[in-house]
């Protein structure tokens, strides 16, 4: 995938209309059969605009334009250079870009949707990015669904982060992991319920653990039987509002989880 950058995209098209303006009115007020650029002044506006234009290509990516901007520089850099060169490669500049962003489709992100896509804090919060390192993948990959209106995947990866999750409590209360057949969600909470029950059997929770562990499984065995048992199957979509909603729970979740213990389920329970 090519990113356009929105800024650069606008410089390029900035200094391409300023170095326009400035030859056509130099243009307009020299003399016929002058074809030289006597105006220092406009000569050094000029150097500066092909400058900016040139930095603008390369953080834009656009490689032959930029080729045709070097030659531009090359040309400005020139004490002789004249307005018909200049102008020659102004229309070769505006025709290869014209040509290399024919081939680029340009998907443009709201506010909201670039948070997702990159997000400037932690998604789940610092002390989640810390102790989950192995659900940062499956995050970052539910929030950039997110961000292209990807849902249905968006919250297939979202269960695939609640799974670290459900494995991480697991761990916290003595359970191995899961293989084989274990694995699957059903499975894996029954084993989570029934060390809990013995627990509270022999009262030997640690302060504030039950309630904790209790809002967790409430969750999970929430998440498995709306959502997760459902994602598997290929006749069900998932709308934005969904995925969002979804994605929200999962936040309250794993941040919650992650006040508690690291993805090693540690401290134990």
């Known amino acids: 995938m090519q990113k356009i950058n929105a800024a650069a995209f606008y410089k390029v098209t900035t200094n391409l209309q300023r170095l326009e303006v400035a030859l056509r009115k130099q243009h307009e007020e020299t ?47 020139d004490d ?25 489709t340009i998907l443009a992100l709201n506010p909201k949707e670039q948070e997702y896509f990159e997000p400037t804090v932690p998604l789940f919060g610092k002390d989640f990015e810390t102790k989950f390192p192995t ?87 929430a998440t498995r039987v709306a959502w997760r048992n459902t994602t598997m199957h290929v006749e069900n979509k998932y709308t934005s509002d969904e995925a969002e909603h979804i994605f929200v729970a999962m936040h309250g979740f794993m941040k919650e989880l992650a006040s508690r213990m690291d993805e090693q389920g540690q401290p134990v329970a």
């Open 135 to 221: 659900a940062l993948f499956e995050l970052d990959e539910a929030a950039k669904c997110m961000a292209l209106a990807r849902d249905t995947a968006a919250v297939f990866h979202l269960m695939r982060c609640m799974e670290i999750g459900i494995r991480t409590a697991a761990k916290s209360l003595g359970i191995p992991d899961p293989t084989g057949s274990d694995r699957n969600w059903g499975a894996i909470l029954s084993k989570l319920k029934a060390a809990m029950d013995a627990k509270t059997k022999t009262s030997t929770w640690k302060t504030g653990d039950r309630e904790i562990f209790e809002s967790a499984y409430a969750s999970l065995d």
């Open 80 to 104: 002789s250079f004249d307005y018909p060169a200049l102008a020659s490669l102004l229309k070769e500049i505006h025709s290869r870009l014209k040509d290399e962003l024919s081939d680029v």
């Open 31 to 77: 003399p016929d059969g002058i074809r030289s650029i006597e105006d220092r002044t406009l000569v050094e506006a000029i150097r500066a605009q092909a400058r900016e234009l040139q930095s603008s290509l390369l953080t834009l990516g656009t490689r032959q334009t930029s080729k045709s901007a070097d030659r531009l520089i090359r040309t400005v850099n």
